[in-house]
């Protein structure tokens, strides 16, 4: 089956720097990659809708010049949490939808990315 | 604007004991749902959909889930429930595409955490 590989799954940084959290679909190629952060309460909130080699959609709320996102290929997209704070600490998954089948397929998730900022 | 509501934040059922969690949504047009499964400290695994077709979707591990329009529901059902399916369970809905980008965001309910009690 589809599996999308999120690196690294746990990240503890300091105030004030940069993250980078990398998003590959292994065995397809995913046109669209979503990233979602979760929090604490089990919500997910989308954050934006990522696009090979054009700019992201961000969704209202979401800073996209704090959370950079870039989508070079069909299999790797990345998400860098600049200049971090503590409450950018979070849950953060990505998830890849196949590239056109012709039916809705449903989103392959990655296990996640546990960001911790102190 | 698109919904998904879980109303229940958990469910508690005895093992071998048929569960039911519960999903309802409000979306323009047909609606395509989706449910999630997620462990602790991992992304979300695909369960089942509903696109088209027989009201009644059997998807991964015994889990089935019933379409139905006039309440506007997509409840996750199983007939005898395990241990192992403890674990927080997500219904999605994804307004269907109408161009050829297959993107779609998935919009999620807020999560049911499922306690099966030996």
């Known amino acids: 089956g589809a599996v999308v590989s999120q690196h690294p799954s746990r990240v503890i940084c300091k105030s004030g720097t940069s993250v980078k959290i990398e998003c590959r679909s292994l065995?397809?190629?995913?046109?669209?990659m979503f990233w979602y952060r979760q929090f604490p309460k089990k919500s997910l909130m989308l954050m934006a809708t990522s696009n090979e080699g054009s700019k992201a959609t961000y969704e209202q709320g979401v800073e996209k010049d704090k959370f950079l996102i870039n989508h070079a290929s069909l299999t790797l997209s990345t998400l860098t949490v600049t200049s971090a704070h503590p409450e950018d600490s979070s849950f953060y998954i990505c998830s890849a939808r196949e590239f056109f089948k012709g039916v809705p397929s449903p989103l392959h998730f990655g296990n996640g990315t546990r960001l911790t900022v102190t | 604007a698109q919904s998904v509501a879980q109303p229940e934040d958990q469910v508690n059922v005895a093992e071998g004991n048929p569960l039911t969690v519960k999903c309802t949504y409000s979306?323009?047009?047909?609606?395509?749902l989706f449910w999630y499964v997620q462990y602790p400290n991992r992304g979300l695994q695909f369960l089942l959909k509903y696109i088209t077709g027989d009201n009644l979707v059997k998807g991964s591990y015994g889990f089935e889930a019933e379409f139905n329009k006039s309440q506007t529901s997509f409840h996750l059902k199983k007939p005898s429930a395990l241990v192992s399916d403890s674990a927080l369970y997500f219904c999605?809905?994804?307004?269907?595409?109408?161009?050829?980008?297959?993107?779609?965001?998935?919009?999620f309910g807020q999560g049911t955490t499922l306690q099966v009690k030996p």
């Open positions: 065995d397809f190629q995913a046109t669209t």
């Open positions: 979306v323009s047009g047909n609606p395509y």
């Open positions: 999605a809905v994804r307004v269907p595409d109408f161009g050829s980008s297959n993107t779609g965001k998935l919009i």
